[in-house]
């Protein structure tokens, strides 16, 4: 089923609602016809109906693995209507903001969670990602403590993220 997901995101760009053979190792066959859309709307489903909570979660954990410092989830569900997460750390050079970011945005991908805003991505001193329910704020140290944003949102939870497991 993995080769065929893999054929489906190549060409449900280029396709339209169309209906299409897939090959089993090698041999293309009829006995399967799958319909694009159907199963892709499937596939991002399976991403997209996850909680903000979950999202907030793989972006942090996808930061760290990135050595994102200072990390720190805010609950901002009841004080601001865009969002409900906010994920804040900051990296030590803008090209460690761009680093953290890039791997942050890979691992949405993977989930097929795309970002509806991104900011500041070519300066490297605040990198925004937007994901509807979780937004991403990725700072330069010193651009951090300027503007604040604990400190602006100082009634939201601080959400534990919990470890990684290990593998």
């Known amino acids: 089923m993995n080769g065929i997901r893999a054929l489906l995101a190549c060409v449900a760009q280029s396709l339209p609602k169309h209906v299409f053979s897939c090959s089993y190792k090698g041999f293309w066959t009829t006995k399967h016809s799958y319909d694009i859309t159907q199963l892709m709307k499937k596939l991002k489903e399976k991403y997209t109906d996850k909680p903000g909570l979950e999202l907030a979660e793989a972006c942090a954990r996808a930061a760290l693995d990135a050595k994102a410092e200072n990390l720190v989830v805010l609950d901002v569900r ?90």
Request: net charge negative.
């Open 78 to 167: 009841g004080l601001a209507t865009f969002t409900d997460y906010f994920v804040i750390m900051d990296g030590r050079s803008t090209r460690h903001v761009q680093g953290i970011a890039d791997a942050v945005n890979d691992e949405m991908s993977k989930k097929r969670v795309k970002a509806s805003q991104t900011e500041g991505l070519q300066d490297g001193m605040w990198v925004l990602l937007d994901y509807e329910d979780v937004v991403v704020h990725i700072f330069y140290y010193d651009q951090r403590d300027f503007y604040n944003l604990e400190g602006l949102w100082y009634d939201a939870k601080k959400v534990e993220i919990k470890n990684t497991p290990e593998e």
